[in-house]
């Protein structure tokens, strides 16, 4: 699901700006892994997801995720609301 009116939309690194933005907030493993992996398959290589996630398992499932699939993590922080992910589609 892409939303951009997030509880934590306008939270940005001042490097990298997200091309799509996929809220996971209040959904549980395995949904934001799944709703990542269809909205990267969305982009094209080079451009960025930003992925918000509550569930406690999210950074350790979308870091193995990337692992897998070869994309690259470039940013993880934590908010008042969850995390925070910046997802580079390298392939």
Known sequence: MVDSSSPLNGVRGK?????????C???YCPVPV???RQEMDKLAVGEILEVLADDPAAEEDLKAW???SGQRIL???TTGEGMRFLIKKQK
């Open 15 to 23: 490097a990298e700006q997200a091309h799509r933005i996929v809220d």
């Open 66 to 68: 990337a692992k897998r």
């Open 34 to 36: 799944l709703n990542t």
């Open 75 to 77: 940013e993880t922080e």
């Open 25 to 27: 907030i209040g959904l």
